[in-house]
């Protein structure tokens, strides 16, 4: 069956003179939250600065004066968000960002980006922009306009990979693969030593990793069924370091690489230009609170043809006659 | 405004030995075809081999034994295609195809190819492929599984071109720009003498033409606009060695070869594949009934950063700054 990996993410920033998300905030408010955009916490993990939820979609993690959500599938993120606004109250945010990618099947969305942005738009005025082409991936981002200024050391980064290689979908398809076995497939007991790791093995597929360690984290989604496979890396500790490494073991036709106040982003990509990946896109900005955005998206260019795939109907969509 | 370009595509052979489309059809019967899609008929030529219809959205051709119909837009081409079935008979129907591109919105369209693909299965069996990855340029394709063959010579080509240039889309969107300024623009008197051309400038921009000689047809349609463009030729003569016109009048950031039954297609796209543009997607395939069919997306890999897009709501989407 066809899963949608690709991520709607909020990012909102509280002033914390006025509140600690971590400490005055209850699970049960966190529960509702979640709820709103029809998802579930699966699990928890916290350290005192930064407690992690795994949910059945994706991720949410909360710090003092900060939280992070992402979603996948056919979650309604922006119902989550306008509950914190309406819960919390807009004069204790001090930045809010929501961010959403071009999906595979943007039609089996209950909303588009413009939909969510006029619901926002009722509470926060913003800044609307979008990264990369409409023909190819892009992100669309909201910016609450505000007189917050960034901080340049608040710096984050996704690293997505799309059409992962066949060993590596079959691998991590395999029937009754366990969380050991995909955390060693992915490298990760290099990259997180020491960090809390929390993490969960979907069925019939699919894998997700909260991972945290003092204020740092690092959250793993695995779609990894052929043809539609999207795997997404967000993190504070610098993706773009490890993207070789991601790169190496998925073989991905195609991968972005976005970073929130990076400001190295060209001369710390640029390797990548000068491999068997081409740059299909590039956009950089400053946003007016002084967040320092970039994306990128990179692909491998193809010589030799192949079959197109073939498909049959299966209840809303297609299913992949190959794999299922 | 925006408006959505990409096609949906039918082409139908019917049995001559049982019906003439040309003579024993009335126009009254295309014209009511043409409305279940919601297009009109804006004009017609007829050269006594081929009549073709400029439509509100896009292009209708009619030969004794064949239909051709693109839609854009919002257009539910199905529809058209359930109507013919209905009124002129299964039983008539040597050959089908019914091929749909992604979307720039897929979410703002009234049916997905799934739907679609529902509705005509109620009427014919058929297969389903895709062409190219679900996260870039792809074609789905319906093909009536019948005993008909494929006769080799019933070629076809379409050549599409997204993200034209900057200087290539402000003068395609130029206040008040005729029709022969354009097809100065698109060297179509080069490409073709001899032929009858009908064409029409849209308001506030947007162009389609047809043209047609003997049994051969050129169609094109341009939608122009920064940031959305999209300008597709289709045509039984060879595009493939017009391409490169094209990409010098247009500079796209990518651009299309799609073709029926052409079997050279990979020695004729190669000097593509050795310029700035690399093939980001390459697909090959012959259907049972022998239509080889082929598929080629290229880009143009990027050097420099750009800024993002800034956009403003507006209506039911969203408005691009720049240019609006």
Chains 1, 2 share one sequence.
Not at 36 to 61: D, P, V
Not at 91 to 104: A, H, P, V
Not at 115 to 133: H, P, T
Not at 276 to 304: C, H, M, R, W
Request: contains cysteine.
């Amino acid at each position: 069956m066809f899963f949608e990996g690709a991520e709607k993410k909020a990012q909102i920033q509280v002033d914390r003179s006025q509140i600690s998300l971590l400490n005055d905030i209850s699970d049960e408010f966190w529960q509702v939250l979640v709820m709103r955009c029809n998802a579930q916490i699966l699990s928890s993990t916290n350290n005192g600065q930064c407690k992690a939820f795994l949910l059945s979609e994706s991720s949410l993690f909360v710090w003092h004066d900060k939280l992070l959500i992402l979603t996948c599938g056919e979650t309604q993120l922006v119902n989550s968000i306008e509950y914190f606004i309406e819960h919390i109250g807009k004069e204790k945010i001090q930045q809010l960002t929501y961010q959403r990618k071009n999906e595979y099947f943007a039609h089996a969305q209950p909303s588009c980006f413009s939909d969510d942005i006029k619901q926002l738009s009722q509470y926060l005025n913003g800044s609307v922009y979008r990264f990369g082409e409409l023909d190819g991936h892009h992100n669309y981002l909201f910016n609450y306009d505000n007189a917050f200024n960034a901080n340049p050391e608040d710096k984050s980064y996704e690293f997505i990979a799309y059409q992962i290689s066949e060993k590596a979908s079959a691998l991590l398809t395999t029937s009754g693969i366990s969380a050991k076995e995909i955390r060693q497939f992915l490298s990760l007991e290099t990259i997180l030593p020491d960090f809390i790791i929390d993490d969960f093995v979907f069925k019939p597929y699919g894998y997700s990793l909260n991972a945290i360690k003092d204020d740092k984290y690092l959250t793993i989604h695995v779609t990894p069924q052929a043809n539609s496979s999207y795997i997404s890396f967000e993190s504070n500790i610098d993706l773009i370091a490890f993207a070789p490494l991601f790169i190496d073991i998925l073989n991905p036709l195609s991968f972005d690489i976005l970073s929130f106040n990076e400001f190295e982003f060209s001369a710390k990509t640029l390797p990548y230009r000068k491999t068997n990946y081409v740059s299909k896109t590039l956009v950089e900005t400053t946003l007016p609170n002084g967040y320092k955005i970039n994306f990128a998206n990179f692909i491998l260019p193809q010589v030799d043809f192949i079959e197109p795939v073939a498909l049959t109907l299966e209840g809303e969509g297609f299913t992949d006659n190959k794999t299922l």
